[in-house]
């Protein structure tokens, strides 16, 4: 998946789980979503803290999808693929 699909992606994660009311459902399934978009420790890592902040009253403003797209691709100089100059 190209990396603007997965912020689109990410942004429409963010605002079902502002609306959602059945955070029970969502946050395990939040969590899990996560994990999926960004394997790896830092996917495990951002799928727990997905997880936590869906399941948590009050913290459902907090767009972890999108934190986690701007971490990877933009605060995250090793996940950037290298360009390679062709002669």
């Avoid at 990396?3 to 502002?18: C, E, M, P, Q, T």
């Amino acid at each position: 998946m190209g990396k603007y699909k997965k912020l689109a992606l990410s942004i429409v994660l963010d605002l079902i789980g502002l609306i959602t009311i059945f955070d029970i459902i969502w946050a395990p399934l939040s969590g899990f979503i996560m994990t999926r978009l960004y394997p790896g420790k830092k996917g495990k890592i951002a799928g727990i803290i997905s997880f936590v902040e869906e399941i948590l009253p009050g913290l459902d403003i907090i767009p972890t999808f999108t934190i986690m797209w701007f971490y990877t691709y933009v605060f995250s100089k090793r996940e950037q693929p290298v360009m390679e100059i062709s002669k």
